[in-house]
């Protein structure tokens, strides 16, 4: 059974840290392009980063950039997002995404920054 299982979210103030995880199985984790996507209230889900199969390519959301950080880790089949420096405008749920010949989601964690 194919799962991707989201944790780390939570409510932090304004220029405080998160970090996110996300753990898979079910599938070959290292085969799969991972990305982390949000969603904020009464907005479309956004792409934020995506890290290549081995970790070696990032590529992150202009709004991100220099904030968040993109990882994984193959040998426990872990994606994470280190956030810093967070803003309100970082609000949403957060949610994993692998992508191979096929696309599996996760159920998302929510992330709420505010004072």
């Known amino acids: 059974q194919v799962q991707l299982v989201e944790s780390g979210g939570g409510l932090v103030e304004p220029g405080g840290s998160l970090r996110l995880s996300c753990a898979a199985s079910?599938?070959?984790?290292?085969?799969?392009?991972m990305s982390w996507y949000r969603q904020a209230p009464g907005k479309e889900r956004e792409l934020v980063a995506t890290?290549?199969?081995?970790?070696?390519?990032?590529n992150y959301a202009d709004s991100v950039k220099g904030r968040f950080t993109i990882s994984r880790d193959n040998a426990k089949n872990t994606m994470y997002l280190q956030m810093n420096s967070l803003k309100s405008e970082d609000t949403a749920v957060y949610y994993c995404?692998?992508?191979?010949?096929?696309?599996?989601w996760g159920q998302g964690t929510q992330v709420t920054v505010s004072p």
């Open positions: 890290i290549s199969r081995n970790g070696g390519v990032t």
């Open positions: 079910g599938f070959t984790f290292s085969a799969f392009t």
């Open positions: 995404n692998g992508r191979s010949l096929v696309i599996y």
